[in-house]
């Protein structure tokens, strides 16, 4: 599924929000929004 999500994006330029518990699952995203205890931790670069 995420190789779907991956040419989606790439072809149609389609903005995909995915929420993973699979760090594996996880790294194939541009960028990774982290929760903690409900709260956005902030990146680090």
């Known amino acids: 599924m995420v190789g779907v999500f991956t040419r989606l994006h790439r072809q ?5 929000v ?8 996880a790294a194939a ?3 990774q929004v982290r929760l903690l205890a409900r709260r956005v931790v ?3 670069p």
């Open 12 to 16: 149609q330029g389609t903005t995909i």
């Open 29 to 31: 995203a541009d960028r």
């Open 18 to 25: 995915m929420v993973a518990h699979d760090v594996a699952v």
């Open 42 to 44: 902030p990146e680090v």
